[in-house]
């Protein structure tokens, strides 16, 4: 029963995108878009937190494994697959299945299935030669040797005439759908899951902890670490076909170092050693890049990073301030996410105000249950937050003239202010919780039971400055 | 035969001979002690037989095969196990797993059966979950099971990384000053549990040891080393009246006794 | 041109290049040796340098050298800034936190930039340098191509010859003064350090300043020879001035010297005989292979671990 709860989530969260995707002609090609990215983004994270996270190795060069995946399926589907819009068109794969018989709508996804394949085996190959050579290297100098090896990946390729070069490659035929990409995601998960919850995984960690220690109780060491590049690299190759195989084009451009980067962040923000941190931290930050996207997608995050600011020390107080401490962050959370699915109009914002007035409430009841200055602070800053937001969204024929100007100048330079909120939170996220989202645990019964249970200990650090937690 | 045996072996680093001409005979069952000023050798003698380092000159045989030029990971298997002058444990893992890890290469299941969760990887897990169990019993460390090994006194870390070498489920125990940083209290009873690991568990024991109460107490034979050579060999009580040692070490550490 | 000539045309400019690699790689290296992080902010810095003195020179109409020295300062300033606010309460926390830190303060350096200065590219006056007394470069490099058949343009002595001063300046000040074997101690052992009288903090935020200062002039020499300026160039030129530092040995400020030599020179050899497409998988490639002979980069000492 204990182990149960990861395998519950991921059912649960699969079945719901399989239904979702069942009735994805009705959702946006935007949102579907979305949806796999964050999938994609997911098994990437996944698959770098073993290589990081559990097992200790520095690896900036994920994006090449990624690359070799995506180009190695990408050209054998164009090339062999008979897709229309390739050079094999008409024959192929595809023609030869169809002439003993089997349709197109049956062959595709076998075609993908064996696409996928060969992408996570090229690109384990790749990890294999990245793993082996770099065996003595430690730290900071693996981290540049992997960096390197992404880099002459992409350099490499971009010289290959037959995957389009640096122009890029294009007429690769769509067969990702969002039930692929959620059921690779489960399968991920699932699979390094089990396989970190076994002597293997122990092997794993050993080897970050103490590899002498580990060599001396029997751990082959080296076999550890070649294992991890190799299987970390297999998922990114998935990873790549099913990111190729939905975009249409590739660009080499796409795998570049800031891209192993994004990855990595993914992977220090989820908490390194938790695959659930890391797939949580994932969805959130391709979640947030998209919801930055627009004018109020940028006022609702603001708005959410204002109610956590609020809540933050009512978080180590009574079950109930943290309650509704956590409350008052979802409702604001979940405004923000409406952003991205209903939107500017009418008919979005008053949902998406209802959110954040409800977000306010909490956070105001959490700050009176806490109790003490807490109660002053955190509801001056809840207060001073909803006015602002109320004033932006609805009544800016209230606001005064400069701040007019300024909510227009926002709303003008939105898609690069995207960035800087971003990178700004990015630095926020990580000088407020450093250990990452779960502090490098695995999501499990027991730490959703610790959450409950009346704590001692703050829950985020904050480093003396005289919070009466005793 | 013996079950260990060094023979002449001589390491040298760039410049500095750590350990000379060294050799070494033990039989199955011995608690053979190792004693020796600061910088002598010991803890290099340890890391040779471990394949840590690999000797210039010399062989290492145990159970009859040589052993030099093998990886640490590799002489583990064969069944000997080391713990360390500074403890190593695996800081973040659990209690319960720094046990279960030495057990690994002795886990028959493959990578696939760990995915798949099948028979085979439930019956070996729960049997490498028993086997840890019950050691953790034995050294009385049950109690924290799941706590993180970075978390436990110093005292119970020394205890750990002694439960760990034992599930690795060898025939030749090497003890790195087990007892260094213990209050008297805690070295009588791990002196104790020490000889019943011997008696009961019957492995063959050589430990290093500053406190001569131990060595004194338990060991049945010791080896003395001096600047990479050694000194003397014999039984405590031989080994006491030895004028070279004496003169070498016993002398100094008699007064810090008292 | 011979090929002699052809050969030492190349060196020359990689050579120019690689000063400026240098100059970025010294600032990594020296905060890596006190603080173990990798200040991915650093190529940034190295581009507000460049800004700094794009408009010192064409809105306050400063001469060439007054320029120079604004710009180092202010960015040293910039980067004591940087780690007060974002590397110094992680000082205590896994390594990885203040370095995803780092890459936060990259980004928003590199995208504020953009939005700050708008994205497309600036010309900087270089001729500033002509305005200047400096007619005797313009003689050098005359007398340079009669004689050799080299052509190395003005700037390009300019970057040479600043590069090789601020190198030897900094070379002496560690090795010579008070403070900067302060800097050594700390580098190698922060709390003996502490426990030893040094104001740990003090030195830190020195290092910060001076690596700072570094990384703006060699913005500024760049900009010099490639007058094009933009938020964003400082992304490439720093990771490739990283991987100098490591190649060297990061830590070890000759090492980062050396790399820097190495990787411009090995750019400019690979464009010239081989081909400027591969030239950066050509620079990786002689990274990780040196990296496979010496892990711990050229000049770096073996991690020996005692057990």
Request: one cysteine or more.
């Amino acid at each position: 029963m204990r182990r149960l709860l990861p395998y519950l989530l991921v059912g649960l969260a699969a079945c719901a995108i399989g239904i979702g995707s069942h009735y994805s002609d009705l959702a946006s090609p935007y949102l579907i878009q979305l949806v796999v990215d964050m999938g994609i983004a997911v098994i990437l994270a996944s698959s770098l937190n073993l290589i990081n996270g559990f097992t200790g190795q520095f690896s900036l060069g994920h994006a090449g494994f990624m690359a070799v995946g995506a180009y190695v399926s990408a050209a054998c589907t164009y090339y062999l697959g008979g897709f229309p819009g390739t050079p094999a068109e008409g024959g192929g794969v595809l023609g030869a299945l169809a002439g003993i018989g089997i349709p197109a709508a049956v062959a595709s996804p076998l075609i993908l299935l064996v696409a996928l394949l060969m992408a996570g085996v090229g690109a384990a190959t790749a990890g294999l030669l990245v793993g082996l050579p770099t065996l003595r290297l430690r730290g900071d100098y693996l981290a540049i040797a992997t960096l390197g090896f992404g880099e002459i990946v992409r350099v490499v390729i971009s010289q290959v005439e037959a995957v389009g070069g640096p122009r890029g490659f294009t007429g690769i035929p769509r067969l990702t759908s969002v039930a692929w990409v959620a059921a690779w995601a489960a399968i991920t998960l699932v699979f390094l899951r089990n396989l970190l919850g076994s002597s293997h995984g122990r092997a794993f960690v050993s080897v970050r902890e103490d590899e002498v220690a580990a060599a001396a109780v029997g751990v082959n060491t080296t076999r550890y670490k070649v294992l991890a590049f190799t299987i970390g690299a297999f998922f990114a190759g998935v990873a790549g076909c099913l990111f190729a195989h939905y975009r249409m084009t590739l660009h080499p451009g796409s795998f570049t170092f800031i891209d192993s980067v994004k990855i990595v962040v993914m992977v220090v923000l989820g908490g390194m050693g938790s695959l659930a941190g890391s797939a949580a931290a994932a969805i959130i930050l391709t979640l947030l890049l998209e919801v930055l996207r627009t004018f109020l997608g940028a006022v609702t995050v603001a708005y959410c990073f204002a109610m956590t600011i609020a809540v933050l020390p009512a978080l180590t107080g009574t079950r109930a301030a943290r309650v509704l401490g956590v409350s008052a962050v979802g409702a604001a959370g979940l405004a923000a996410l409406m952003t991205l699915v209903v939107g500017e109009g009418d008919v979005g914002v008053p949902w998406i105000v209802a959110a954040g007035v409800l977000s306010a409430c909490c956070a105001l009841a959490s700050c009176w249950i806490a109790g003490g200055r807490l109660r002053v602070r955190g509801a001056i800053i809840a207060l001073t937050a909803i006015s602002a937001f109320l004033l932006v969204l609805v009544g800016s024929s209230l606001l005064p003239g400069p701040l007019l100007a300024a909510k227009e100048w926002v709303q003008g330079n939105v898609s690069q202010l995207r960035l800087v909120i971003y990178a700004a939170l990015l630095v926020g996220l990580m000088l407020t919780r450093p250990t990452g989202l779960l502090g490098g645990q695995e999501l499990s019964w027991r730490l959703l039971r610790s959450l409950c249970r009346p704590r001692r200990k703050p829950l985020l650090e904050t480093k003396g400055r005289g919070l009466a937690a005793s | 035969m013996a079950l260990l045996q060094v023979r002449d072996c001589t390491l040298r680093f760039e410049g500095l001979t750590a350990v000379s001409g060294f050799s070494l005979s033990v039989e199955p069952g011995e608690l053979v002690g190792m004693i020796g000023p600061n910088g002598a050798g010991k803890t290099t003698v340890f890391n040779m037989i471990a394949g840590v380092y690999r000797p210039q000159v010399g062989s290492i045989l145990f159970g009859g095969v040589s052993i030099v030029g093998l990886r640490p990971h590799q002489i583990a298997s064969l069944g000997i196990a080391r713990t360390f002058q500074n403890v190593r444990l695996f800081g973040a893992l659990s209690v319960l797993d720094n046990v279960r890890i030495a057990a690994h290469h002795t886990a028959r299941y493959g990578l696939l059966d760990a995915a798949l969760r099948n028979a085979r990887f439930r019956r070996q897990e729960s049997l490498i979950r028993r086997q840890a169990l019950s050691l953790l019993r034995l050294l009385g460390l049950s109690g924290a099971k799941n706590q993180p090994a970075h978390s436990l006194p110093y005292g119970l870390q020394r205890r750990l990384e002694i439960a760990r070498a034992l599930a690795a489920r060898p025939r030749l125990l090497l003890l790195d000053e087990p007892t260094a940083g213990m209050t008297p209290v805690e070295t009588q009873s791990l002196m104790h549990l020490i000889k019943s690991l011997r008696d009961d568990l019957h492995v063959t024991i050589v430990l290093i040891e500053h406190d001569m109460r131990v060595v004194m107490g338990i060991c049945e034979r010791v080896i003395v080393l001096d600047h990479a050579v050694q000194i003397a060999e014999g039984t405590p009580a031989v080994i006491r009246n030895d004028p070279a040692v004496i003169e070498a070490y016993l002398g100094e550490v008699t007064d810090e006794q008292q | 041109m011979t090929s002699l000539q052809n050969f030492a045309q190349l060196l020359v400019l990689g050579v120019a290049r690689g000063s400026v690699y240098s100059l970025i790689a010294l600032g990594y290296t020296m905060v890596y040796g006190v603080l173990r992080l990798i200040n991915f902010a650093h190529g940034d810095v190295y581009m507000v340098g460049a800004f700094i003195a794009y408009f010192a020179i064409s809105s306050w109409h400063l001469p060439f050298l007054p320029a120079l020295l604004i710009s180092m300062a202010g960015c040293g300033v910039l980067g004591v800034v940087i780690e007060r606010l974002a590397y110094r309460p992680l000082r205590r926390q896994p390594r990885l936190a203040a370095l995803i830190t780092a890459i936060g303060v990259s980004l928003l350096l590199e995208y504020g930039g953009q939005l700050v200065f708008g994205a497309s590219p600036r010309k900087f006056p270089s001729e500033v340098l002509t305005a200047t007394s400096l007619g005797a470069l313009r003689f050098l490099s005359g007398a340079l191509e009669r004689s050799m058949g080299l052509m190395i343009a003005p700037e390009q002595l300019v970057v040479i010859f600043s590069a090789v001063v601020l190198m030897v300046a900094l070379r002496l000040f560690v090795s010579r003064t008070k403070v900067g074997k302060a800097m050594q101690a700390v580098a190698q052992d922060r709390d003996t350090a502490s426990l030893m009288g040094i104001p740990v903090d003090n030195i830190i935020t020195l290092t910060f300043f001076i690596g700072s200062a570094l990384a703006a002039a060699a913005g500024v020499l760049v900009a010099l020879q490639e007058p094009q300026i933009d938020p964003i160039m400082g992304l490439w030129p720093g990771v490739r001035a990283f991987v100098a530092a490591v190649v060297g040995g990061i830590g070890n400020i000759q090492g980062a010297m050396l790399g820097g030599l190495i990787m411009g020179v090995a750019e400019y050899l690979v464009v010239g005989y081989i081909s400027s497409a591969y030239r950066e998988a050509i620079a990786f490639g002689i990274l990780i292979l040196v990296l496979l002979v010496r892990p711990t980069g050229l000049t770096g000492k073996g991690l020996i671990e005692k057990v």
